[in-house]
């Protein structure tokens, strides 16, 4: 069993960057790929980044290439989402998932979730 944790969420001004994490805890938890994905209101779940367990393959959904930088700690089973130049269409819910099987989270259907951080973004 895994358990996933955000933080980091809240309001930010159009331009302007925010950080969120993810801690993760539980026996092999840093052996799962991890990652995010968003969810607006009267949208489908989103894609956003995802990070292997060693940390050096990450993707990227298209709408967040180039702004959004995904990293991990595996010290601290912990994965950030550095997020830049924050739009409003960025604003939504963001949660971490982990699954050992990365096809599997890349399509949503990962093993565990976090609660999920809210992300607003307005002037």
């Known amino acids: 069993q895994v358990q996933l944790v955000e933080s980091g969420g809240g309001l930010a001004q159009p331009g302007v960057s925010l950080r969120l994490s993810c801690e993760a805890s539980?026996?092999?938890?840093?052996?799962?790929?991890m990652g995010w994905f968003r969810q607006a209101p009267g949208k489908e779940r989103e894609f956003v980044a995802a990070?292997?367990?060693?940390?050096?393959?990450?993707s990227y959904g298209d709408s967040v290439k180039n702004r959004f930088g995904i990293s991990r700690d595996n010290t601290r089973i912990m994965i950030h989402l550095q997020m830049n130049n924050l739009k409003p269409e960025d604003t939504a819910v963001y949660y971490c998932?982990?699954?050992?099987?990365?096809?599997?989270?890349?399509?949503?259907?990962?093993?565990?979730w976090g609660q999920g951080t809210q992300v607003t973004v307005s002037s």
């Open positions: 990070i292997s367990w060693t940390g050096d393959v990450m």
């Open positions: 998932a982990a699954d050992g099987n990365i096809p599997d989270l890349l399509r949503g259907e990962a093993d565990y």
């Open positions: 539980g026996r092999a938890a840093q052996y799962y790929a």
